[in-house]
Nanobody
């Protein structure tokens, strides 16, 4: 099994910054894409940003220029640097990773979520 543990959420004022981290552990042979999703109250979960093992990135239009996704392949960890936060960014943020397990089984794992609240 593969476990994802997120950290870094919290309360921040509009215009502020937060950095989320997500570490993957368990029976991992290779991680392909890693990403961050979010779900605001009353809304569907949406993709925020993804990054491939080679470093290619993809972002939700509303976060382009404000958020940066990065990863440390040696540590199986993905980060989300969030700057110029807006109240609309308030949501539970979930980490996701897909890849190959030690038994060459495909996996698609999710973290438990971390709450980001942007409010004055």
């Amino acid at each position: 099994q593969v476990q994802l543990v997120e950290s870094g959420g919290g309360l921040v004022q509009p215009g502020g910054s937060l950095r989320l981290s997500c570490a993957a552990s368990g029976s991992i042979f290779r991680i392909n894409a890693m990403g961050w999703y979010r779900q605001a109250p009353g809304k569907e979960r949406e993709l925020v940003a993804t990054i491939t093992s080679g470093g290619s990135t993809n972002y939700l239009d509303s976060v382009k220029g404000r958020f940066t996704i990065s990863r440390d392949n040696a540590k199986n960890t993905v980060y989300l640097q969030m700057n110029k936060l807006e109240p609309e960014d308030t949501a539970v943020y979930y980490c996701n990773a897909d890849g190959l397990g030690l038994r060459r089984n495909l996996f698609d794992a999710w973290g438990q979520g971390t709450l980001v609240t942007v409010s004055s």
